[in-house]
Every structure is written in structure tokens, then in C-alpha cells.
């Protein structure tokens, strides 16, 4: 069983869908469960390492929480666990088995640039007690 202790989400920083999804995430997160990084940045690249994932492709959002890390579908799923409001309740769709939960996130995930847009630079909030939240 893991404790309450802070987890990390590592998203794509050049990715307009994922900026949006930190977006989506931080007003949700009142107890400050998430800090976040990008997967480009220098935090990100160590815990990939860490976790054994690539560094040097983005393809995957990625949560890390003690020596637990969560990709893809699980961890959009972990996320939707921790937030307040109804976003708990998909948590459900963890009975849908994974290859096909994964099938989907890939889908999305090959798709997400041409769907929503890069970014130029990596996102970062604009307000100071939101960027706090946020390791180099």
C-alpha cells in the first residue's frame, strides 16, 4: 500500500494536450498530491531512467509515486483517482484489461500533435503558487 506522499506526473511539455491536462489537473488537486514535470527536462529524463523508460521518446505519460511508476492508461487512471469531484469515478474503466485500455491511449498518444498542436516552448502556469509545483 502506498502512502499519501507527493507523486510526479511526467508529461510532454511540447505537447498542447498534455499541457492541458496539467492544466486540467492542478485546480482539482487542492491537497497537492501532483508536482510535475516535463519529460524533457532534466527531473524528467532521471526518473525515466529510473523507472527504466526511454529518454529520448515522449510517447508516454508517465506518474511516478515512491518507487511505483505508472504509464499510459494506469497512470491517467492513478490521476483520475486522486482528483476531487466525479473524476474518480473512472476508475472504473481499470476493468476494461490493459492491452485494450493501452490500444486506445496509444491511438490518441500518435495522434495528439496533429489533433491539438505543439508548443514552441514547455508550458509552465502562471500562477506562482501553481509553479512551485514544478521541478527543473
Known amino acids: 500500500m502506498e502512502d499519501n506522499s507527493t507523486a510526479v506526473i511526467l508529461f510532454d511539455g511540447m505537447c498542447n494536450l498534455c499541457s492541458g491536462i496539467v492544466q486540467f489537473v492542478i485546480p ?5 498530491h501532483f508536482r510535475f514535470a516535463s519529460l524533457q527536462s532534466e527531473t524528467g529524463r532521471m526518473l525515466l531512467s529510473r523507472c527504466q523508460l526511454p529518454t529520448d ?8 509515486h515512491g518507487a511505483t511508476c505508472r504509464t499510459k492508461s494506469d497512470a491517467a487512471l492513478y490521476v483520475c483517482s486522486r482528483l476531487t469531484g466525479g473524476w474518480r469515478l473512472l476508475r472504473v474503466f481499470a476493468a476494461v484489461p ?14 495528439r500533435y496533429r489533433w491539438f498542436g505543439q508548443r514552441s516552448s514547455c508550458f509552465m502556469p502562471d500562477r506562482e503558487r501553481d509553479r512551485e509545483r514544478f521541478l527543473p
Open 57 to 64: 521518446r515522449y510517447n508516454s505519460f508517465v506518474v511516478v
Open 98 to 111: 490493459r492491452p485494450i485500455r493501452d490500444r486506445v491511449y496509444d491511438w490518441v498518444a500518435r495522434n
Open 28 to 32: 482539482r488537486d487542492p491537497k497537492r
